[in-house]
């Protein structure tokens, strides 16, 4: 028996950014129909100094028609979503407080769903396509987190390193400064020892 189905079908759209941010930066993400699901998410991976410290960055989106949909404060990293109750286009902007320039991996995906009538001969089709489409979103889902999860190991990696070049050189300047009173201790320990001879001498 033929039935009326509702197919689902998923347009997704997504791009991802690695910048190098001074002062403020600005991107756009149009988007082509009201209630689609934006998803985004940053990492801070590296400063131009490894001697600064942890500093955040600010994110602000705003929508088509300039209101305020998320205001991110002195984070390093984050991640989040929210439904685009008009389309247009989205700004994504970010600004960096600290006097180092930052690099940033930035993600946006915006996933998009539409349903459409056609006849099928199966009445069980419609929850086995829920199904698949319910698959396919976890699927970007995991792809989105596996991003963000590879931007934060770089940003570790990246915090580690800079840890272990501030060890080595606190250890170079305190074995150093180790040496020097060493050989201070030595030439005031020999001047006395002289002082003593001449005046036994004497």
Known sequence: ?????????????????????DREECFSQKVEYDWDTVRASFVVLKYDS?????HGVDLVVTGPDGN???????????????????KGVYKFCFTNRSPYH???????????????DEHAKDE?????????????D????????Q???????????????????????KALV?????VAASVLQIYFMKRMFERKLSVVRV
Request: with cysteine; net charge negative; aromatic share 10%.
């Open 102 to 116: 930052e690099s940033i991996d930035f993600d946006v995906f915006v996933g998009h769903f539409t349903y459409y």
């Open 147 to 169: 991003h963000w999860l590879e931007a934060q190991t770089e940003r570790q990696a990246i915090i580690n390193e800079a840890m272990s070049k501030r060890a080595i050189h």
């Open 50 to 54: 490894s001697w600064q410290t942890d």
């Open 68 to 86: 305020q949909i998320q205001d991110i404060r002195d984070k390093t990293t984050d991640k989040f979503d929210f439904v685009a109750h008009k």
């Open 124 to 136: 069980h089709l419609k929850p086995l396509l829920e199904q698949i489409e319910k698959v396919a």
């Open 174 to 178: 305190e074995s150093s400064a180790l």
């Open 1 to 21: 028996m033929l039935s009326n189905v509702e197919i689902l079908a998923c347009m997704q759209l997504a791009f991802g950014l690695r910048i190098v941010i």
């Open 138 to 145: 976890a699927l970007h889902n995991i792809e989105f987190e």
